[in-house]
């Protein structure tokens, strides 16, 4: 019988736990709203003994989670939720409680890494060099793997406070509390809400919020494209539930490159390339699977010959 995992989706409203082995092999799953950390990880922590006391000891623990994070092992801030605006929950060490609570090895990345790092593992990235993965929802944020790790770099990847052009007579502010206008000011669920009045949910597909919305996800996109040069730039999040908005970014991406990228993934209407996620809306807690997976038994690293979308 292989090894069994545990999964935390550490989110700011809610955190989901998980134990089992994939996709199709979660064994139990349970949700706790996010209220204080003693409450909210002592409780995580009290289910996975029961778990363990069901199914045997776990391998390890996997947590993706909101941040920013600490994510550099060795360093003093690893595993922590760092400089989070999220009251009570800023500086708080949820590796250490998860790991020192139930004795196991944790592995720890921002939720969009994991999620990313699950839809490389066994969904929509599989096979891929480089996978970009962005959350479209209450924020916006994006998570890389490269060669089957997530990219960390100096503190993680911020990929919803990048800047995108303005489209034409777009006069609205922007709601984030650092930059305004940056792609999570603009295109958020939040920025949704304010910019229309009415909470995102509430606008009909074929809403003109949409046609915008498509523009600053493209702007985006397209960046993201000629910056890392991704094989999948999978797109998650409740707003990518709207029908339509996933093609509609398809033919703004394209019609922003210009037809200067060329291969076949870029080819007809990029329906390859930029993708909804092979896990569904469980790419964020399979992710936090795939990641104590990974810490524990890494899956074998393909040769970069290997990939598709090789030359
Ligand atoms: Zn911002």
Redesign the pocket.
């Given at each position: 019988m292989s090894a069994i995992y545990g999964a935390i989706e550490a989110g700011g409203t809610k955190f989901v736990l998980a134990c089992g082995r994939g996709p199709g092999e979660l064994l139990e799953e349970r949700t706790l709203p996010t209220t204080t950390p003693e409450e909210t990880l002592g409780a995580s922590v009290a289910w996975f003994r029961e778990v363990q006391g069901r199914h045997g000891e776990l391998a390890g623990i996997g947590v993706g989670t909101f941040g920013p994070a600490g994510v550099h092992e060795g360093a003093a801030d690893w595993g922590w939720i760092t400089t989070t605006p999220k009251a009570g929950w800023r500086d708080t060490d949820v590796a250490g409680y998860v790991g020192r609570g139930l004795g196991l090895p944790v592995a720890f990345d921002t939720d969009v890494n994991a999620a990313a790092l699950g839809e490389w593992l066994w969904g929509a990235g599989v096979g891929c060099e480089v996978v970009l993965y962005l959350t479209v929802g209450t924020g916006i944020g994006g998570g890389v793997v490269m060669g089957g790790k997530p990219l960390h770099g100096v503190l993680h990847p911020?990929m919803?406070?990048v800047r995108t052009a303005r489209a034409a007579g777009d006069e609205f502010a922007?709601v984030?509390?650092?930059?305004?206008?940056?792609?999570?000011?603009m295109a958020s669920g939040p920025a949704i809400g304010a910019r229309w009045g009415r909470p995102a949910g509430e606008l009909p597909p074929g809403h003109e919020a949409w046609e915008l919305e498509a523009h600053y996800l493209a702007e985006a996109c397209t960046g993201f494209l000629c910056t890392l040069s991704p094989q999948r730039v999978i797109l998650g999040g409740g707003v990518m539930g709207v029908p339509g908005l996933l093609e509609r970014v398809r033919a703004g991406v394209r019609e922003r490159l210009g037809g200067y990228l060329q291969h076949p993934l870029y080819s007809g209407g990029l329906e390859d390339c930029v993708v909804a996620p092979g896990l569904g809306t469980r790419s964020g807690i399979l992710g936090a699977l795939a990641l104590a997976r990974e810490l524990v038994q890494p899956a074998s690293q393909l040769a970069s010959s290997d990939y598709v979308g090789k030359h």
């Open positions: 911020e919803g406070h922007g984030c509390p650092w930059h305004r206008d940056c792609l999570e000011g």
